[in-house]
């Protein structure tokens, strides 16, 4: 290992000290309480907050990581006793046993400068979430819901009447500083400490540190005074080899469990001698909802003792982090690019690091024995724990006593290990598919607020929305308004939805549901026209709905407006979770094209939704869609930007064109460039066939896939599906976008795709042109009041004449409208229909 020895003086010149109060960019996540409770305490969320710090800083990986902790964390905050918040006061600062260790850590192993400017990143909840998750504390103090949350025995009760402070401990703290993971709760600050430290690996002498100006200044000078005579003696009577390795402290140990369990001597061993029996390891925790988990529970056995010392998290965490610090340095050396959100999504993946397999979560109980062994422990815990207690302790404690509590704290650690390397352990399975979508979903009355927003937290994570192309967005299944428009990242999300402040649901109005969609869905396609893709995330909507029935008026207005949607646009499926969907089965039985799916849930509660939606819609084929928007016109072939997409190794991408974009067309090309990342097969089939055409692409190559004729006959003419696969990778995909540095890239291109009748034939007026006639037209229909599909067409009918008659042009539009509207009903109406009836077996059938 490389040691670098540290120059204390230049210390001082760059790196300002860490201080106790709160910092000035961190006082509004205090004031007030800070913002309302938001986006999950999970691993997504916390990755993707990193990651937009990444993408905005553009630092390298151990100046990132140095600079996160020095600006985002702060160990041992706490609430002072009997201090009332006023303008001028906010009774919070850094003066819990957490901050000394952390202090030391950032003053003396890992000096580092604040580089990050988390405001010009991240919003308010963002930034105050990601300073929570990293930071080490516990919220000791009785909250007064502690009967509903960790209810007492009555044997139990009896122990606790004799406490008598000003204020109460909680019988269940709340621990600070954690994140949910599949592998336990982690305290995501230690495995980004160890991640820096092992990029600056430092060994530090105790001698020198007991000289440092920052280290004496807060020392009792008779203190100090014992401490260097005693290692004075121990360097004259040559206790310690030349090169001085029996008196030094690694970095990477401080930041993980020689800094934990060094508080747990100094705090508690200290107090109850060197006996491993009395040396309170580990914690019993729980989560206050394993969906949507924001508080940590510390289940302390004795509520009058605070020895959260060492607690599960922090020792799963420093277990990791120990692990990674091993192998990140050489990782870096063959990807100078990498960053730290990709080490720690990958390490806490089931495929483990792209550079190193068999490193991951899932492998840390056979991964433990290599990096943690009995005598290091011993010597790293024994040396900082003397240091620290020089802080901590105002009495000197020689160095002999230490070493014996420091034995007893490494006893109990080490036969405390096995357990909760146990408990916490996953096995790895191999990695699933998570399709992409664009997903929508809309309630009933059977959930509140609360419960929705459970959902969200779990599907949110389960599609990976944070880390895919994905969005959810939450539409009131009453009023059909937006009550989050549309989300990329959950943090977005929970903002948007502590922000709304109207009812919840209280029956499902599915007419006003369609319609929104239907709405919206026209102005996607706008938006598609006037960005020119040629591919995209499929919308998927999912109406919970375990309680409420449809009326026969609102099925027949259902009816006739999810009529209007499905002849007009093609890419949205709709998948309904009910008890009984009998009614709902007959809300489309014209337009055959498989969109549909029904979920069978046995009752109204968010776990049985989830497990029915993971198991039908998650786990199924939700291929993307590939359109043809818009239409080539004044002659030209019209612009289209490329679809950029990417494959990990072990998943795979599907993409589909709808019958209608094939429909008529004498040849079409669908081209799959590779970015050259590694090699990719794609292959092609038609409807239900099992016969595919399958091609392997290199690097830097493309394909086309030529479909001459692809609906020859007007009776049958499935679609054409697409799927890719990583064949092989070359691990380098660099660019800071990448979420893995093994995924394979590539771009999508097509031609010869029939248009949507929105915007038909040949034309003059240009596509924006007509687009804006038409918003206008709808939206001024929709305000008319409730919509029914026939109500919409008569009154088109009605407009057309108008504006017919005001203005020849506007004929032109008009037949647009019409088209969109209701479409089919004019020209296409025929073919139309019969395209969309195919029976192909793709997502209904395979269901009912
Ligand atoms: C979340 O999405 C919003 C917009 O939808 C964006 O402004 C914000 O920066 C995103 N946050 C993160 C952490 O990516
Ligand atoms: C001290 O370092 C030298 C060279 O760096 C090495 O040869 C020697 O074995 C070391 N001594 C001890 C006791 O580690
Ligand atoms: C969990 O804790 C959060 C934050 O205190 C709170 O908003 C939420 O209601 C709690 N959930 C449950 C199920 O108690
Ligand atoms: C908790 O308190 C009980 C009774 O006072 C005692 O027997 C037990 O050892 C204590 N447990 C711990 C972990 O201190
Ligand atoms: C919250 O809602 C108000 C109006 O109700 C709106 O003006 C504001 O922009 C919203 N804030 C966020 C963050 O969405
Ligand atoms: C669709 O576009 C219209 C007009 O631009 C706008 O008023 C409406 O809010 C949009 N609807 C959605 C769902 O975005
Ligand atoms: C159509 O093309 C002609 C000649 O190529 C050009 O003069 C005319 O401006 C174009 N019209 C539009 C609307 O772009
Ligand atoms: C598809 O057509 C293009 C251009 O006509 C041609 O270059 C390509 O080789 C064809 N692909 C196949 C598989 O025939
Ligand atoms: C444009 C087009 O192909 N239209 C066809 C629609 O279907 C009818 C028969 O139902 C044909 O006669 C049209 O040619």
């Known amino acids: 290992m490389k040691i670098l020895y540290l120059l204390f003086a230049s210390i001082h010149i760059c790196v300002s000290e860490l ?135 009555a044997e139990r009760r009896q122990h606790m009447a004799s406490t008598s402070a000003s204020r109460l401990y909680s019988r269940c703290p709340i621990e600070d500083g954690v994140i949910q993971s599949p592998w336990g709760a982690i305290a995501p600050g230690t495995v980004v400490a160890a991640i820096a430290a092992s990029l600056e690996t430092q060994q530090v002498f105790v001698t020198d540190i007991l000289q440092t100006n920052l280290f004496q200044e807060e020392i009792p000078t008779t203190i100090l005074d014992m401490a260097l005579r005693e290692w004075d003696s121990k360097l004259e009577r040559l206790e310690l080899n030349e090169n001085g390795t029996d008196s030094d402290i690694s970095n990477v140990w401080v930041a993980t469990l020689a800094g934990d369990l060094a508080e747990v001597v100094v705090n508690l061993g200290v107090r109850v001698g060197a006996a491993p029996q009395r040396m309170t390891i580990g914690s019993i925790n729980k989560w206050n909802d394993t969906l949507l988990p924001r508080d ?117 650690f080490m036969d405390y290990v096995p357990s909760v390397l146990k408990q916490y352990h996953v096995d790895c399975v191999a990695s699933r598919n998570i399709p992409t979508m664009d997903l929508i979903v809309a309630t009933d009355s059977s959930w509140d607020g609360y419960r929705v927003q459970q959902f969200l937290s779990w599907i949110g994570g389960s599609l990976e929305i944070n880390m895919q192309k994905s969005s959810v967005a939450l539409l009131h299944g009453n009023t059909g308004e937006w009550i989050v428009p549309r989300a990329h990242n959950l943090t977005a999300l929970f903002t948007a939805i502590a922000n709304y402040t109207d009812g919840w649901p209280n029956r499902l109005n599915l007419p006003n549901v369609v319609s929104s969609i239907l709405q919206r869905t026209r102005n996607a396609t706008l938006q598609d026209i006037s960005e020119m893709r040629s591919a995209g995330p499929t919308t998927v909507v999912l109406v919970v709905t375990p309680t409420d029935r449809l009326s026969a008026e609102e099925l027949e207005t259902t009816r006739s407006l999810m009529r209007t949607l499905r002849s007009s646009f093609f890419d949205v499926f709709f998948a309904y979770a009910a008890q009984d969907a009998s009614d709902l089965k007959n809300i489309n039985n014209e337009y055959m094209d498989y969109s549909e799916l029904f979920l069978t849930v046995s009752s109204t509660s968010v776990g049985d939704v989830a497990s029915a939606v993971d198991t039908h819609l998650l786990k199924n084929v939700i291929p993307s869609r590939i359109v043809g928007s818009q239409c080539a016109f004044n002659g030209t072939e019209y612009a289209q930007v490329p679809y950029e997409d990417f494959v990990l190794p072990s998943r795979e991408q599907s993409y589909r064109i709808h019958p209608f974009y094939l429909w008529q067309q004498a040849s079409i090309q669908v081209q799959f460039r590779n970015d050259g990342q590694g090699r990719i097969l794609v292959c092609m089939w038609r409807g239900a066939e099992t016969s595919r055409s399958c091609r392997a692409v290199a690097e830097r190559e493309a394909f086309s896939f030529n479909l001459t004729q692809p609906c020859p006959s007007p009776d049958f003419c499935p679609p054409a599906n697409f799927i890719v696969t990583a064949s092989s990778t070359q691990n380098l995909c660099a660019h800071v976008e990448c979420r893995f540095p093994h995924q394979v890239g590539y771009y999508l291109q097509h031609s010869g795709l029939r248009c949507l009748p929105l915007l038909g034939s040949a034309v003059r007026p240009a596509p924006i042109w007509k687009v804006l006639w038409l918003s206008i037209l709808i939206s001024r229909l929709r305000r008319d009041g409730q919509v029914t599909g026939i109500r919409v067409r008569w009154r088109l009918f009605k407009r057309i004449a108008f504006f017919e008659r005001a203005h020849t042009r506007v004929s032109l539009v008009v037949v647009y409208v019409v088209t969109i509207a209701s479409s089919c009903v004019h020209e296409h109406a025929s073919n139309c229909s019969r395209v969309l009836e195919l029976p192909v077996c793709e997502w209904r059938s395979c269901y009912d």
């Open 19 to 153: 201080l106790s109060s709160i910092p000035t960019h961190l006082l509004e996540c205090y004031r007030g309480g800070g913002p309302a409770p938001g986006a999950p305490k999970r691993l997504d969320v916390f990755l993707n907050l990193v990651r937009r710090l990444e993408l905005e800083s553009r630092l390298d990986l151990r100046l990132f990581s140095t600079s996160l902790l020095r600006s985002l964390r702060l160990d041992g905050i706490e609430r002072a006793a009997n201090v009332f918040e006023s303008e001028f006061l906010l009774p919070y600062r850094a003066s819990a046993f957490q901050f000394h260790k952390y202090k030391m850590l950032m003053d003396l192993f890992l000096p580092s400068q604040d580089l990050i400017v988390a405001d010009e990143t991240l919003s308010l909840e963002e930034k105050c979430l990601l300073h929570k998750v990293l930071s080490s504390s516990v919220r000791p103090w009785e909250r007064g819901d502690e009967n509903i949350v960790c209810p007492l025995s």
């Open 296 to 412: 940590y529970y510390l289940l302390m056995p004795n509520a009058t003792s605070a020895d959260w010392h060492m607690t599960d998290a922090e020792i799963l965490a420093g277990i990791d982090g120990l692990i990674l610090a091993q192998h990140v340095p050489s990782w870096v050396a063959q990807r100078r690019t990498l960053r730290l959100s990709q080490i720690v999504e990958m390490y806490y993946s089931n495929e483990g690091v792209s550079f190193d397999p068999n490193v991951r979560a899932c492998n840390r109980h056979v991964l433990f024995s290599e990096v943690v062994t009995r005598e290091v422990l011993f010597r790293e815990t024994s040396r900082l724990a003397h240091v620290l207690a020089l802080r901590q302790v105002t009495v000197y404690i020689p160095l002999e006593e230490m070493n014996r509590i420091s034995d007893a704290a490494v006893s109990a």
